[in-house]
């Protein structure tokens, strides 16, 4: 289960709307940490798909829950979006991320 400084995610609100916060056995202040925890055996967790999809140690038990879904955003200052450098990154990670939605949005899944 994430810990406080986690207390943001709608994952936490998510768990803890149906009480299973007060099942878990291990609180982390890392997505990281929930991982290795899960992969060791610890127990359960709820991951993020790019995260969690990429381990072949873990092990998918539902699909992913829709409730939980959020939107990737990468930001700049206004007046930056106008500067060339700025722009042709901003272009670039946009075309570098775009092939990856599958696996953000859970649909590359393992079987």
């Excluded at 299973?20 to 991982?35: C, E, F, H």
């Excluded at 072949?56 to 829950?65: D, N």
């Excluded at 939107?71 to 775009?98: C, G, N």
């Amino acid at each position: 289960m994430p810990d406080d400084s986690l207390s943001h995610l709608a994952s936490v609100r998510w768990l803890e709307a149906r009480h299973l916060d007060r099942r878990a056995v291990l609180r982390a202040d890392s997505l990281l940490t929930l991982a290795m925890a899960a992969r060791s055996g610890i127990g359960m967790a709820i991951l993020p798909c790019y995260l969690a999809d990429a381990d072949p140690a873990l092990v998918r038990v539902g699909a992913p829950i829709d409730e939980l879904a959020g939107d990737l955003w990468l930001l700049a200052h206004p007046e930056l979006t106008k500067v060339t450098r700025i722009r042709t990154f901003m272009d670039s990670m946009y075309e570098q991320i775009l092939p990856l939605r599958p696996l953000f949005e859970g649909h590359e899944g393992r079987k």
